[in-house]
């Protein structure tokens, strides 16, 4: 693996069962370059078919958490032949894929944030299952003041957000604090910078004890019944807790709580 990819983000598992993903390239504000979102999208890849990973974090060093793009090689961009073209649709098709394998992903994904979240950085908070904020933390969708509108990063936005906040966010582009972006469901929770990381790992746990399987199934089921009617929601729903039922881990969830007991997961 190259290094330079290896220094932008790293990489740490040392608490069994949950990895964690550092944004690690302060300099550039934690932008999304070609190179942090290919080694995040394999990362995330990776953990999505290693058992031994239940929940992945993603979080970041210094007080910007994720700045978006880099709009010095986006300006960059604009010598080509093309005027750019070519490198704007790999870059945001990239970024899409991107969010999509996090949404994929058969691991819950976790945002820590504790700092500021622009543009595609605040797409990568809404696109993650949950988010825990430090109280200091702020996010925007700002690209309409640069001319540019933040049209990918309203498909995660949109997708936790209410309309009307959503395009509020959209059409000022201005910041939101941790308090606010609670209350539109852009994030879970705000707690104490000095308490960030311990409520994080606090839930990753609590997450991590959970049959892996079941979780998979679960995470799988939310995203694809969210985009469907009522009715093809619970007919696909239906069809998935039948399966489920037949498990495994099902059969020793129900026989162990009956029990009084604490259950043995297989998967875990």
């Not at 995040?40 to 890849?45: P, R, T, V």
Request: glycine content about 4%; hydrophobic content about 40%; some cysteine.
């Amino acid at each position: 693996m190259n290094k330079k990819i290896k220094d932008i983000l790293q990489i740490d598992q040392t608490q069994p069962g949950i990895l964690r993903l550092i944004l690690n390239d302060p300099d550039n504000k934690n932008a999304l370059s070609d190179q942090m979102m290919h080694q995040l999208h394999q990362c995330i890849s990776d953990a999505s078919s290693n058992n031994s990973i239940k929940v992945i974090i993603i979080a970041a060093v210094g007080d910007v958490f994720c700045s978006g793009h880099n709009l010095k090689d986006i300006t960059k961009a604009r010598a080509n032949a093309d005027g750019g073209r070519e490198y704007f649709s790999d870059l945001f098709d990239l970024c899409s894929s991107l969010m999509q394998a996090i949404t994929a992903c058969s691991k819950p994904v976790i945002a820590e944030i504790n700092g500021v979240a622009t543009a595609a950085g605040c797409q990568l908070v809404a696109s993650c299952d949950l988010a825990i904020a430090s109280d200091q933390s702020k996010f925007a969708t700002p690209g309409v003041n640069i001319g540019l509108f933040c049209s990918t990063p309203m498909v995660a936005l949109s997708r936790n957000v209410s309309k009307k906040d959503s395009m509020k966010m959209l059409l000022t582009g201005d910041m939101v604090d941790a308090a606010e972006a609670k209350r539109i469901s852009l994030i879970n929770d705000h707690v104490s910078a000095e308490k960030l990381n311990d409520s994080v790992m606090h839930l990753a746990e609590k997450i991590a004890t959970k049959p892996l399987s079941t979780v998979k199934i679960g995470k799988e089921a939310f995203y694809r019944q969210y985009e469907m009617s009522l009715s093809e929601a619970y007919e696909f729903t239906s069809k998935v807790m039948t399966e489920n039922s037949l498990a495994d881990d099902a059969k020793e969830g129900i026989t162990s709580f009956l029990e009084k007991r604490d259950p043995i997961w297989k998967d875990n």
